[in-house]
């Protein structure tokens, strides 16, 4: 999938064509309602493609000096439940905080307020009856390279990677010992490029490796989370983990891996979530098993020499967890 920011016509009217078949069509809404006076040559547009077919948009649109409106969010019903809203959101805010905007401002449907409360908007009105919805507005704060946090533990706060973690990151990546199950340790260029992978995954996918840092001081101490790898020559949903050794036996990693597979069952469409190690690698495949995987394969790897792959399917989590 790609997020664009669509500032060509062939772009923009993909974003006309989500909001008809997904808005217009479906709850009989007429094209003039639905393409108001905001929608003008000045209004800026999201839009997600697969395959290059649109199948989520969203606009944004200046309500003064300092706030945006964020509005129209729309997906495909077909694509729902795998995370392409947040996604959209995101990179409405990103476009927001690049050009200088303090504020995002929205006006939520009835059902979808803790949606967006979990993404760190907070009600600034009273619910009102549209034409079509029941709405609240929300609004939300932005800064310049904000640092977005994403999951919240009892000690942990994993929050997505910024620029400026990458001397925490190195010490991790270039250490012999914490490394010892990869082809070598990371020199200063592949650690640049970890962190620029992971930005690239949230834009691409919303969701990557996110920094792992103590709730109570903000250290960093490591990363954790779900990025696509290839296991066996399928590209597959995966949870990572990496803790400075500093760390290592107090549990962060289980803490972590665990509250990633929540959110990912609860924030995208997957059925089956992945860990994937070198065999040797029995702290990583203990953490799997901790997370309520269960080891499904054992292949040649080139990179590994012998890898393992653990599974836990979306059922096994909802009956082991009762989510």
């Known amino acids: 999938m790609n997020v664009i920011r669509a500032t060509e016509t062939w772009q923009q009217a993909g974003a006309y064509y989500v909001r008809i078949q997904a808005m217009a ?29 649109p199948i989520a948009t969203a606009r944004m649109y200046p309500l003064d000096k300092q706030s945006v409106m964020i509005g129209r969010v729309v997906v495909l019903p077909e694509y729902r439940h795998q995370g392409i809203g947040t996604r959209v959101v995101r990179e409405c805010e990103r476009w927001a905080a690049e050009l200088g905007y303090a504020k995002t401002v929205l006006e939520s449907r009835d059902n979808k307020v803790d949606f967006y409360l979990q993404m760190g908007y907070v009600t600034c009105g009273e619910m009102t009856d549209g034409d079509t919805f029941r709405c609240v507005r929300m609004e939300k704060e932005l800064s310049a390279g904000e640092k977005k946090a994403m999951i919240e533990t009892e000690r942990l706060i994993l929050r997505e990677y910024a620029p400026d973690d990458f001397d925490a990151l190195y010490e991790i990546l270039s250490d012999p010992e914490t490394m010892r199950h990869y082809p070598a340790p990371y020199d200063e260029n592949k650690t640049r490029r970890w962190i620029e992978w992971n930005l690239e995954n949230y834009a691409k996918y919303g969701f990557g490796l996110w920094a792992v840092t103590l709730r109570e001081t903000g250290e960093f101490i490591g990363d954790c989370g779900l990025t696509m790898q290839l296991i066996d020559g399928e590209s597959l949903p995966e949870i990572g983990y990496h803790i400075n050794k500093k760390y290592w036996r107090r549990g962060y990693a ?70």
């Not at 709850?27 to 929608?39: K, V, W, Y």
């Not at 609860?266 to 495949?285: E, I, P, Q, V, W």
């Not at 953490?287 to 012998?306: F, R, S, W």
């Open 25 to 53: 069509k479906k709850h009989h809404i007429t094209l003039r309602q639905e393409f108001d006076a905001h929608d003008t040559p000045e209004t800026k547009y999201i839009v997600v493609t697969e395959d290059d077919f």
């Open 254 to 323: 289980k803490e972590a891996a665990r509250a990633v597979r929540d959110w990912a069952f609860r924030n995208t469409g997957f059925d089956c979530l992945y860990s994937y190690m070198k065999y040797t690698n029995s702290a990583s495949y203990s953490t799997a098993l901790a997370n309520g995987m269960h080891k499904v394969k054992e292949y040649a790897d080139p990179k590994n020499e012998i890898s393992y792959a653990y599974c836990i399917t979306r059922g096994e989590w909802e009956q082991k967890y009762g989510k």
